[in-house]
Structures are given as structure tokens and as C-alpha cells.
């Protein structure tokens, strides 16, 4: 999955965009209902998938799939950039982005059976 991720910045980066953060998500939803001790309802639902800013002349844009093929990353990257081009259309105020280290991180809900 790294790989993955790492192409899709070097791949904007070929685009000409100054800016990338790119994100791959993967969620596990499980909702139980109960009434009277009697359980109603029971779903389970899993989603996953990429999302992308990026800053192209000074200007943002965004994207997302769930595909993990490369054309589709690929398209990804595009549409941001195109998303970027034409927030450049509206006259706006400069953007410059603080000078932050990048941070990797995970996270994960606790949960208890019961």
C-alpha cells in the first residue's frame, strides 16, 4: 500500500503540483438494534479507499475513488489537478501552507463485547 501511495504523489508531481497529501481509508461499520430485548436490526458495512488534496498554482483541489488500480489513481490525480485549475479561475487570497513535518498515522476505535 505504500507503493501505492507513493506513486500517486510522484505521479501529481509529474502534473506540476507543489502540494500533495494523499490518504487510503478502510472503515468497518456494525450497527445493532434492539428493542425489548429482541434484536431488530443487525448491519455490517465495509468501505475503503484514496483520497487526495493537492495544491496546483496555488490553488487546491480534490478527489477520491475506491479503485487501487493505477489508471484509476491516476484519474484521481487528474481530476484534483483540474479541480485546482479551475478554483484558479476565482481571484483569492495567496495560500501558503505552514512548514509541518509529515505525519503518518492510524487509528482505531476500542470497542468491548459484551
Keep these: 500500500m505504500k507503493r501505492r501511495l507513493a506513486y500517486i504523489i510522484e505521479y501529481g508531481k509529474k502534473k506540476g503540483i507543489s502540494y500533495g497529501d ?7 461499520y456494525q450497527n ?4 425489548n430485548k429482541k434484536l431488530e436490526q443487525a448491519a455490517d458495512d465495509r468501505s475503503e479507499g484514496f483520497g487526495i488534496r493537492v495544491i496546483y498554482r496555488g490553488c487546491w483541489g480534490f478527489s477520491s475513488t ?3 488500480d493505477r489508471r484509476s ?4 490525480v ?8 479551475a478554483s484558479a479561475l476565482t481571484p ?6 505552514s512548514r509541518e513535518r509529515v505525519f503518518r498515522g492510524k487509528y482505531s476505535t476500542d470497542y468491548q463485547i459484551d
Design 73 to 76: 489513481l491516476e484519474r484521481m
Design 22 to 28: 494523499v490518504r487510503w481509508v478502510r472503515r468497518h
Design 78 to 85: 487528474d481530476e484534483a489537478v483540474q479541480i485546482a485549475k
Design 32 to 35: 445493532l438494534s434492539a428493542l
Design 66 to 68: 475506491f479503485r487501487k
Design 92 to 97: 483569492g487570497m495567496p495560500l501558503k501552507l
